[in-house]
Protein backbone atom coordinates (compact mmCIF):
# COMPACT_ATOMS: atom_id res chain seq x y z
CA UNK A 1 0.00 0.00 0.00
CA UNK A 2 2.77 2.31 -0.30
CA UNK A 3 2.20 5.34 -2.12
CA UNK A 4 -1.35 6.09 -0.15
CA UNK A 5 -1.19 9.06 2.37
CA UNK A 6 -3.72 9.22 4.93
CA UNK A 7 -5.86 12.45 5.67
CA UNK A 8 -8.06 13.66 8.36
CA UNK A 9 -10.90 16.16 7.38
CA UNK A 10 -11.45 18.13 10.70
CA UNK A 11 -14.33 19.58 12.14
CA UNK A 12 -13.36 23.21 12.02
CA UNK A 13 -15.38 24.09 15.12
CA UNK A 14 -13.36 21.99 17.81
CA UNK A 15 -10.81 20.09 15.35
CA UNK A 16 -12.01 16.40 15.68
CA UNK A 17 -11.55 14.13 13.40
CA UNK A 18 -15.09 13.61 10.61
CA UNK A 19 -14.10 11.48 8.19
CA UNK A 20 -10.77 9.40 7.04
CA UNK A 21 -9.67 9.76 3.57
CA UNK A 22 -7.01 8.16 0.86
CA UNK A 23 -5.23 9.71 -1.46
CA UNK A 24 -2.46 8.81 -4.02
CA UNK A 25 0.91 10.41 -2.95
CA UNK A 26 2.20 13.66 -4.52
CA UNK A 27 4.62 12.32 -7.47
CA UNK A 28 8.41 11.84 -5.92
CA UNK A 29 7.15 12.29 -2.58
CA UNK A 30 5.91 8.83 0.06
CA UNK A 31 4.03 11.20 2.85
CA UNK A 32 2.79 14.08 0.80
CA UNK A 33 -0.78 13.54 -0.89
CA UNK A 34 -1.63 14.74 -4.00
CA UNK A 35 -4.18 17.09 -4.68
CA UNK A 36 -7.55 15.11 -4.59
CA UNK A 37 -8.38 12.45 -2.56
CA UNK A 38 -9.61 8.47 -3.86
CA UNK A 39 -12.95 9.74 -3.26
CA UNK A 40 -12.51 12.98 -5.29
CA UNK A 41 -12.06 15.76 -2.85
CA UNK A 42 -9.66 18.86 -2.53
CA UNK A 43 -6.99 17.35 0.13
CA UNK A 44 -6.02 20.84 0.57
CA UNK A 45 -7.77 21.96 3.82
CA UNK A 46 -7.54 17.72 5.00
CA UNK A 47 -4.52 17.26 8.36
CA UNK A 48 -1.87 14.22 7.13
CA UNK A 49 -2.47 11.85 9.30
CA UNK A 50 0.42 10.53 12.15
CA UNK A 51 -0.42 6.78 10.30
CA UNK A 52 1.05 5.38 7.47
CA UNK A 53 -1.02 2.67 5.17
CA UNK A 54 0.70 -0.95 5.69
CA UNK A 55 1.45 -3.52 3.11
CA UNK A 56 1.46 -5.76 5.28
CA UNK A 57 -1.81 -8.36 4.19
CA UNK A 58 -4.95 -7.97 6.19
CA UNK A 59 -3.85 -4.56 7.25
CA UNK A 60 -6.17 -1.43 7.10
CA UNK A 61 -5.00 1.41 5.27
CA UNK A 62 -7.12 4.03 8.10
CA UNK A 63 -6.17 3.60 12.03
CA UNK A 64 -7.82 1.63 13.60
CA UNK A 65 -9.09 3.85 15.88
CA UNK A 66 -11.13 6.05 13.32
CA UNK A 67 -12.43 2.64 11.67
CA UNK A 68 -16.46 3.63 11.83
CA UNK A 69 -15.00 7.27 10.21
CA UNK A 70 -13.49 5.56 6.96
CA UNK A 71 -14.58 7.19 4.02
CA UNK A 72 -15.96 4.12 1.99
CA UNK A 73 -15.30 5.73 -1.55
CA UNK A 74 -11.87 6.06 -0.66
CA UNK A 75 -11.63 2.44 0.58
CA UNK A 76 -13.57 0.76 -2.47
CA UNK A 77 -10.98 2.80 -4.56
CA UNK A 78 -7.38 1.22 -2.39
CA UNK A 79 -9.43 -1.99 -2.39
CA UNK A 80 -9.70 -2.29 -6.26
Given amino acids: MSGI ?9 DLSVRRVHAAPAAPGTTSVAGPRTFCGRDTFAMETAPW ?29
Fill in 52 to 80: TASADPGATWYPPQHADLMCAACDDAVQS
Fill in 5 to 13: VVLYEVEQA
